[in-house]
């Protein structure tokens, strides 16, 4: 792999094999370098990628989009042990990214203001979500009352106001965590789904309208973690999460999350 591509320099999934566990790359995005460097990474992009980047404005999403797919790459390509330039991504009957010659490798693609979350795994039943916490978003109860399910905004509005706006953002990742997961993006509804915590930590999911034909993920986690970010994994029990933060040349030591 060609090191000016790096992003950060060392990005070495190879002693975390997919098959054995699922893998979290958490990237902060530098948007200093937004206006700066942008070309350094387009020529790893394929022509349909390409064409997106160039429609997207501000210059900040643009950037949000150019190291999400810059980082899918680097690490795909990493597990798949070829050149990230060679992989060819198709969407399958409900939307879902999947690689054409590496049906073994799974994944699941996050990006917001601030980060780029990427799961890697070896069972199709993933998804991830990743949401900037600070600045507050000053609408988030309007986008409550749109998406969730009135029992949801029930529970919502019990929590104290100070509160209330992380417990907005740990619902809403672990919805659309949760409907990655299934594989059915938009075409199932946030509201079919909620979520609670057991007296012993753990998440739990009450499908409201469960698809016959999906396999439905059945274990999660939630979390808030470095430099401001709320992120939510939707899985299959049976497999290690080990988590990695990239910020910059810095790529933290692998962690185990739970």
């Given at each position: ?110 990006h917001c203001a601030s980060h780029v979350a990427l799961a890697v795994g070896s069972d199709s039943v993933l998804g991830v979500d990743v949401e900037t916490v600070v600045p507050v978003r000053s609408s ?119």
């Open positions: 792999m060609d090191e000016a591509f790096l992003l950060p320099p060392t990005i070495d999934p190879l002693g975390l094999p997919a098959h054995n566990a699922v893998a979290i790359y958490l990237l902060e995005l530098d948007h200093s370098a937004c206006r700066d460097s942008p070309q350094r990474y387009l020529s790893l992009l394929a022509a349909l990628e390409l064409a997106n980047w160039q429609k997207i404005r501000p210059v900040e999403r643009q950037w949000q989009y150019l190291q999400s797919r810059v980082l899918q790459r680097l690490v795909l390509g990493a597990y798949a042990e070829c050149d990230p330039r060679s992989l060819t991504f198709h969407r399958d009957e409900w939307g879902r990214p999947t690689l054409a010659e590496h049906g073994e490798l799974h994944f699941s693609l996050s988030f109860m309007h986008i409550a009352c749109k998406f969730f399910h009135p029992d949801d905004l029930a529970q919502l509005m019990e929590v104290p106001e100070e509160q209330r706006y992380g417990r907005f953002l740990e619902q809403w990742t672990l919805k659309e965590a949760h409907l990655k997961a299934l594989g059915l993006g938009m075409h199932k509804s946030m509201a079919d789904c909620r979520f609670e915590r057991t007296s012993a930590g753990l998440i739990v999911a009450h499908d409201r309208a469960p698809v016959e034909d999906r396999v439905a993920p059945n274990a999660f986690i939630a979390q808030r973690r470095m430099r401001g970010c709320q992120l939510a994994l939707a899985y299959r029990y049976g497999r290690p999460v080990r988590f990695r933060y990239l910020n910059g040349d810095t790529a933290l030591p692998w962690q185990d999350t739970s």
